[in-house]
């Protein structure tokens, strides 16, 4: 879907811009996109009212920017190709370029601790092989946000104790020399 005001792309489904509130129009101009994986066109597919572009080779998926975090709210499994056999465990480490903007993007662990790595343009969504759509939703539905949410407030319970103690430890530092200055003085006065 395409906004009628400012020209940007939305995985929407309420009908407005989520950039700008503008009314959105169903977009036709959108050109096939080049498999970052293997390279084969991809076919457009909607599921659950967004519409992504999967790789009928290879079964990657590309989601605009917005349009995985709606896929994973809405529950829905990206469909496979079931000719293809089973799914390849260790997909290339090589950095793929974006099918939108041809720049390499950036490989990422998904919420820095899932364990899944999916390829992320920062300007135009990401780019998941087949298979890491579905270890994100069991992610997700083990408890997974939960646990990320948790190590974040201990991470932050963590900084905040180190910081308290490098208070103290500077705080004892000024003492510590304001009392070695003192003993200097006043063993240099008791001599007098």
């Keep these: 879907m395409k906004c009628v005001e400012c020209g940007r792309k939305s995985a929407s489904k309420i009908g407005y ?9 169903q977009s036709n101009t959108d050109p096939i ?3 970052p994986g ?32 709606e896929a994973l709210i809405q529950g ?3 469909p496979q190709n079931p000719n293809l056999g089973d799914i390849e465990d260790s997909p290339s480490q090589a950095y793929r370029n974006c ?12 919420k820095q601790y899932s364990g899944v790595i999916i390829d992320v343009c920062g300007a135009h ?5 087949a298979g890491e759509f579905e270890q994100i939703s069991q992610f997700i539905q ?17 900084a905040s104790n180190r910081e308290r103690t490098n208070q103290k430890h500077q705080r004892v530092m000024r003492l510590h020399k304001r009392r070695s200055v003192y003993c200097f003085f006043a063993g240099f006065f008791d001599g007098f």
């Design 17 to 25: 811009c989520m950039y700008c509130g503008g009314e959105l129009e």
């Design 33 to 35: 996109l080049q498999c």
């Design 38 to 69: 293997c390279k084969d066109p991809m076919e457009k597919k909607t599921i659950a009212g967004i519409t992504i572009d999967v790789c009928p080779s290879c079964n990657g998926s590309w989601f605009d920017r917005g349009e995985l975090e």
């Design 76 to 78: 829905e499994i990206v």
């Design 99 to 110: 099918p939108r903007c041809t720049k390499l993007m950036l490989r990422k662990n998904y």
């Design 125 to 129: 969504g990401c780019y998941l092989d």
């Design 142 to 158: 083990s408890g997974g946000l939960e646990r990320i949410e948790k190590r974040k407030n201990e991470n932050e319970l963590l």
